[in-house]
């Protein structure tokens, strides 16, 4: 059984930084990707970055430059930094993987940018 936690959210001024984490337990060694999603009041979920098990990262055109995915295999943790925040950063953020034709998602975090 495979659980993902996230954690690093909080509230944070306009411009500032967070770092958020997900740890996984259990064996996430075939997992394909890694990714992070987020989800803001009244909108779908959507998709923020991905990184692949080779090391490969793609991210959403909004947060490309400010934003950067890594993960430590020895950890079993993925990570989001984050900079330059802006408001519209604000949302739960959501840690995500899937394993032999089964989603794995994580209880989320939540980011909120504001003076």
């Known amino acids: 059984q495979v659980q993902l936690v996230e954690s690093g959210g909080g509230l944070v001024q306009p411009g500032g930084s967070l770092r958020l984490s997900c740890a996984a337990s259990?064996?996430?060694?075939?997992?394909?990707?890694m990714a992070w999603y987020r989800q803001a009041p009244g909108k779908q979920r959507e998709l923020v970055a991905v990184?692949?098990?080779?090391?490969?990262?793609n991210y959403v055109d909004s947060v490309k430059g400010r934003f950067t995915i890594s993960s430590d295999n020895t950890k079993n943790t993925m990570y989001l930094q984050m900079n330059s925040l802006k408001p519209e950063d604000t949302a739960g953020y959501y840690c995500?993987?899937?394993?032999?034709?089964?989603?794995?998602w994580g209880q989320g975090t939540q980011v909120t940018v504001s003076s």
């Open positions: 990184i692949s098990s080779g090391g490969s990262t």
């Open positions: 259990g064996d996430i060694s075939n997992a394909f990707a």
């Open positions: 995500n993987t899937v394993l032999q034709g089964t989603a794995y």
